[in-house]
């Protein structure tokens, strides 16, 4: 009997995991969650706007933002437009802290 791994459906049907720091948590109500993949970065904040009405001017529009651990200019920078969140891809939004 031969066994057969699972295959992977390449036509768009991945996830990529978000993490969601400081406001961004408080915003969402959510630490993590997962997103569909693939996803051009120049639309990351429309899709999260559209998942919560408001959070880009409350707070994505003062983030900063990663993906695989590496600052992305996000959009309205000519970057952005090349950069493909990939199936498995970890983004993280990161708003400003202050301390006290």
Partial sequence: M???APVKDDGGGGQFTILYFASAGSYTAKQV???PA???LSKLFATLEARYEGIGASVLDHSLVTVNLTYV???GDDESEAVIIQDGDEVA????VSSG
């Avoid at 939004?93 to 400003?96: F, S």
């Fill in 33 to 35: 969650e997962t997103l």
């Fill in 93 to 96: 939004i990161i708003p400003p």
């Fill in 38 to 40: 693939p996803l051009p």
């Fill in 73 to 75: 200019e996000m959009p």
């Fill in 2 to 4: 031969t066994s057969h």
